[in-house]
């Protein structure tokens, strides 16, 4: 995937030390029992709830982050004391080594174990019985998961993707919008569950967020985004494959421009005017040639930030959700039609909003239904420990795997929500170059004197090598 240094130290570093962080401080709250109040006749007697651990887990990651959303579950279940098998995606080989090589000599062999497999091998792993299983991937996967823990009635956490919409209203600071937008949507090449997948707003608004995004891009990435190094790679021919059929709706704004003999998406000669398929000032593309020898890999080049318009609701790429860096603009006459229009499709993960008026923020928030909610800001609600993630399903709460006591009524009637606002008025600064540190932190930070608005990121000591730590056994 190619990631920039600053994407790895922040979302596959410091949010895993983070969680660390949060559950090491924690750990001796969340193991005590909790006293329940009793009633009359049980007056004189001992009541409380206490949280036993499944048994063993088998936490199955993904490819977009393969380090983050594998280890953030494994802490979770190691610290409620769970054994684990540990599946790593196959489509990350170099991570997927990383794990079946390195996580076996800090971990008990006899409460953990990595599986280096593909799908077939994954698919009879999940014929076994486990106590408990955590998958994060795609829907479909995920269907097939939940059906095999459907045999052995086996409790299940799916952490799936879908289309985050981001309403963005008349009454904002468009330029703050456009780089949080920017920055929310192409982070790791747009293949982050969470990442804004369309906008809806005026054709008023449009007008001034198109300059503005192509603003904020350039400022990001670069004149010619192919060639910067803080913009990554999609991961693999079929997903490649995948984002660029999604071209083929509305029109190119920004970006757009295909090569298929070598795989490319972005702005240059030959752009794209017409998404579906209509080539201006380039010759239309080629097929590649059939012999193996010349076809180049298509993970190793790049597709650049893309933006369309004029696109219509029944077009392939809002059939499906993008995990690429492609961003649809669809118009909207108010915040109502706004609202009705995300009322209308499936619950998604997270819902952002752009508003300098609290009252546009509040009537979104009440008139819809999302796993997580982000006001004036995109993807950084993910980074506060103490907020739940998930969608409407399950979210997950942010103390390990452990067996919690039924809910009340009144609250499993409800989801979880974890809204999270931010000033409408910060501002976020552009990626570092490859030689920089991550918006000017020290590689030992204590505070984050200038990220975005969030928590303090504060990385646990570093680990030191299983041999000097002798009698210790993590995972039991």
Known sequence: MRKPFFECEFSEILLCKNELHETLNNLSHWMKDEHVDKSLVTRLDLAFIRKDPYGVVLIIGPWNCPIHLLLVPLI?????????????????????????????????????????????????????????????????????????????????????????????????????????????????????????????????MQEKLLPALREAITEFYGPNPRESPDFGRIVGDRQFQRVQALLHSGHTAIGGQTDAEERYIGEGPGRIAGGRGELQGGSPARRSPRHPARQP????????????????????????????????????????????????????????????????????????????????????HMTIPSLPFGGIGTPIPRNGV???????????????????????????????????????WSRTPTRCPLGPPGPCLVPVPTLPPPEAVPGVRAGC
């Not at 990595?114 to 077939?120: D, L, N, S, W, Y």
């Not at 606002?421 to 918006?439: A, V």
């Open 402 to 440: 452990l067996r919690e006591p039924p809910q009340p009524a009144e609250a499993s009637a409800c989801s979880w929500g974890n809204p999270a606002q931010t000033p409408s008025s910060f501002t976020i600064p552009p990626p570092p170059s490859r030689s920089l540190l991550p918006w000017g």
């Open 297 to 380: 890999r298509l993970s190793s080049l790049p597709t650049a930030p893309t933006v369309l318009v004029e696109v219509q609701q029944n077009d392939p790429v809002m059939q499906e959700e993008i995990f690429g860096p492609i961003l649809p603009i669809l118009t909207v006459d108010s915040v109502d039609d706004a609202i009705a229009f995300i009322n209308a499709r499936e619950r998604p993960l997270v819902l952002y909003v752009f508003s300098s008026r609290k009252e546009v923020v509040n009537r979104v928030l009440e008139r819809t239904s999302s796993g997580g909610f982000c006001a004036n800001d995109t993807i950084m």
């Open 76 to 204: 979770g279940a190691i610290a409620a004391g769970n054994c684990v098998i540990i599946k790593p995606s196959e489509i990350t080989k170099n991570s997927e080594r990383l794990m079946a090589e390195g996580l076996p000599s800090y971990l008990d062999k006899d409460c953990s174990a990595v599986v280096a497999a593909g799908v077939e091998e994954t698919t009879r792993l999940l014929e076994n019985k486990f106590d408990y299983i955590f998958f994060t991937g795609s829907p479909s996967v995920g269907r097939i998961v939940m059906t095999a823990a459907a045999k052995h009635l086996t409790p299940v956490t799916l952490e799936l993707g879908g289309k985050n919409p981001c309403y963005v209203s008349d009454s904002c600071n468009v330029q703050n919008v456009a780089r949080r937008v920017a920055w929310g949507r192409f982070f790791n090449a747009g293949q982050t569950c969470v990442a804004p997948d369309y906008v809806l707003c005026s054709a008023e």
